[in-house]
């Protein structure tokens, strides 16, 4: 039953909008129907936010990072939800299906074309963000780790080396992201090549079915396991929290990054690092930053940078000696590497400043909020240098252009590709995620620089991953193809183009276990798992 104090907020808000049909409005149903299907007990402003509200965009763009996906153009939800409680998101879920709402769920806003946070199909959506949703506990006679959805991977690290110098856990570089939608993707990071992704180091989940009903591993079946665990995120429910197997880590790590422009001889060191870096120690995650700056000595010209970005699971002295045999070209010395503990490495890897206190972490702040487009290959044949020297043109020719080559190899080869959803396995060399940026909200510069990458995307097809071109599902990208019969059933052949980018073989599958589980197609998106009609 609704609370007093629900109708009595009712008559508050009735009050303070002017509206002769408040009654019928999409969020006062909908705080009617939370109260009525939960606990919840507490004022309308605590936790629901509209369009009228002053603090409505606050809340929008909290987290959101991408620009992109903010301007004025882009639709916006009815209602902002921010539960406080497990059962407030079982109530979401009941109460969107009554009031025949979209939902949007957002842990971290960092969906790269913000389907966590915006809909493009049409019909009213509400969002519901679990940004207080942000418990840890820390089990270290277990060596696990439980952790809500709405908590950020930097938080996840910060509790984790607060109880143990020793341990660890294998997800994301960017500290900001969200714990819950990371996962679902897979959730790659520096330590994927010893230990895997994210997704391979989960042992359990909580999540909201179609049904608003609260599951665990065991009750939920391994299939629905299985699925959550890379297939993308908001297509099967909504997780809740995720428990985590922690991996041992040294006390001490070691760190570098050796910037080399072209007048450094760039191409050719490039070149080899394709031919060591999925080979070379799996304690070492050797990832190019590529980008374009002045020169050092002409005024007015610019040139590449490629800047090699590491994270190395040991002391200096082995790291030398392994990149002496293996990458010499390199020319990595003493001065290049410093020794910190695995926390630190975090940071740093972040690209926080030096000294920067842990603590920073659980602030869940991001330090990259841009107007952006982002697509993503992963190679399996070196990329010549003559195939470079065409990429390093077409790179000078746009403004903020940035690429970043991550190597796979290690952990990453042994792990089978049906193992999760996640199929970029053995084969791959590195992935490549490739960005434009700007910093105007101006739809003719966008379609300048969306233009330019889509150029760029369409020079690398030769050089990348084919039968399919293989795609990273967390950096997600609508111009691979979009859920369309919003009203009814996603086409399962649409779906499939790019389904079988992100997912390969495993794409059939995960159609036949949402088929299963939400054969409504209540979690549905534009590139959401289509039921099998």
């Known amino acids: 039953m609704a609370s007093s104090n629900c109708i009595m907020v009712t008559l508050i808000i009735i009050l303070l909008w002017s509206s002769s049909v408040l009654s019928d409005t999409i969020p006062e149903k909908f705080y009617q129907c939370i109260c009525k299907n939960s606990d919840f007990s507490d004022s309308f402003s605590t936790a629901f936010f509209t369009p009228n509200d002053a603090s409505f965009n606050t809340i929008l763009n909290s987290t959101a990072q991408n620009l992109r996906c903010l301007m004025p153009s882009v639709p916006k939800p009815e209602l902002i939800f921010t539960p406080l409680t497990e059962p407030h998101v079982q109530a979401s879920v009941i109460c969107a299906k009554q009031l025949n709402l979209q939902l949007r769920v957002r842990s971290g806003g960092h969906d790269y074309e913000g389907i966590s946070y915006i809909s493009e199909m049409g019909s009213p959506f509400v969002i519901v963000d679990l940004l207080k949703l942000r418990g840890i506990e820390v089990n270290i006679e277990e060596n696990s780790a439980w952790a809500q959805a709405g908590a950020t991977v930097g938080e996840v690290y910060y509790r984790i080396s607060e109880k143990s110098k020793t341990l660890g856990f294998p997800a994301g570089l960017c500290t900001s992201l969200g714990i819950g939608g990371h996962i679902t993707g ?298 369309k019969n919003v009203n009814r059933n996603s086409s399962f052949a649409q779906a499939s183009v790019w389904g079988n980018k992100y997912f390969k073989n495993n794409f059939n599958r995960l159609v036949q276990i949402k088929t299963v589980v939400d054969p409504e197609n209540f979690f549905k998106h534009e590139q959401s798992i289509p039921v099998k009609g």
């Open 186 to 483: 897979g959730a790659y990071g520096s330590m994927m090549r010893k230990f895997g992704l994210g997704v391979d180091n989960v042992i359990d989940a909580r999540i909201v079915n179609a049904n608003g009903t609260i599951l665990d591993r065991q009750s939920m079946g391994e299939d629905l396991f299985w699925a959550i665990r890379g297939g993308g995120g908001a297509s099967f429910g909504i997780i809740l929290s995720w428990k985590m197997k922690l991996v041992t880590v040294p006390s001490i790590v070691t760190v570098f990054t050796v910037p080399k422009t072209l007048e450094d001889g760039a191409t050719k060191i490039l070149y080899k690092w394709q031919q060591v870096a999925d080979k070379i120690d799996d304690g070492l995650f050797m990832r190019v930053v590529i980008n374009v700056v002045d020169k050092k000595d002409v005024k007015g010209e610019r040139t590449v940078q490629t800047a090699y970005n590491s994270l190395f699971l040991g002391n200096a002295e082995t790291l030398l000696r392994i990149m002496n045999e293996s990458f010499p070209e390199l020319g990595l010395i003493q001065k290049d590497v410093t020794e910190m503990s695995w926390i630190e490495s975090i940071l740093y890897i972040a690209g926080y400043a030096n000294n920067t206190p842990p603590e920073v972490l659980l602030q869940g702040k991001s330090l990259f909020k841009n107007y952006f487009k982002a697509k993503s290959d992963f190679i399996k044949e070196p990329i010549p240098e003559t195939g470079l020297e065409g990429l390093w043109k077409r790179l000078l020719e746009e403004d903020s252009p940035l690429m970043i080559w991550n190597p796979y190899g290690g952990m990453m080869a042994n792990i089978s590709e049906s193992d999760s959803p996640f199929p970029h396995r053995k084969g791959v060399i590195f992935k490549i995620q490739y960005l434009t940026l700007w910093n105007q909200p101006d739809q003719e510069l966008a379609t300048k620089h969306v233009d330019w990458i889509r150029k760029l995307y369409n020079y690398m097809t030769s050089y990348a991953s084919m039968y399919p071109r293989e795609a990273y599902v967390n950096y997600r990208d609508l111009d691979l193809g979009m859920n």
